[in-house]
């Protein structure tokens, strides 16, 4: 079982990398946000930073895969709707404060095994998400490429909408996504 203060530290790494990238994401930065007591940085992490890190981006996977799975049993467009959605509302939510935090370690990471674990994150995303669009309606052949499109898509209309402050290049970029995944769906869309 994972302590309170454990997991307030996690959670306060995955905030911060989503919302000041991973070189803002230190441990002082993480404490402040979470309280959680000094003395537990190195019996929760004796791996440092990167270990918290690392952690953090488990949480991401794990709670996006639970989004992208709620969708299962739905057509093609109700599962790229639903993972659409979940960046819409964090956008909407967080005031375009907040990002992903997989994007956050990717573009910084100096470490292989961070930038690797970040890779897992979106490899994951792009499998499951594959899969429940073909169970959707899209060509078997057609829904790799379908999720790839559909992660790389929603993570740079999130970068954009947060350099603009707007929802509306994300709209922008969700609506062509959700065509494209219509089209596909439709008999002879492939």
Request: aromatic share 6%; hydrophobic share 50%.
């Amino acid at each position: 079982m994972v302590s309170d203060a454990k997991a307030r530290m996690i959670e306060g790494a995955a905030r911060l990398l989503a919302e000041k990238g991973l070189q803002e994401t230190s441990f002082s930065e993480v404490l402040a946000l979470t309280g959680a007591p000094r003395g537990s940085i190195y019996h929760h992490f004796p791996g440092g930073k990167a270990s918290l890190v690392a952690q953090a981006l488990d949480l991401q996977r794990t709670r996006s895969m639970a989004v992208i799975e709620s969708a299962r049993g739905r057509s093609a467009e109700e599962v790229a709707g639903t993972f659409l959605d979940a960046w819409r509302q964090l956008l909407l939510v967080a005031h375009f404060r907040i990002g992903c935090s997989a994007v956050a370690v990717a573009v910084a990471a100096d470490a292989d095994d961070l930038l690797q674990r970040s890779g897992e994150v979106f490899r994951d995303w792009a499998g499951l998400l594959a899969e429940l669009l073909a169970l959707g309606g899209v060509p078997a052949d057609a829904a790799p490429g379908a999720a790839a499109l559909l992660v790389a898509g929603s993570e740079g209309g999130v970068i954009l909408s947060r350099a603009q402050s707007s929802i509306e290049p994300f709209e922008a970029v969700a609506g062509q996504l959700i065509a494209y995944v219509r089209g596909l769906s439709e008999p002879g869309g492939d």
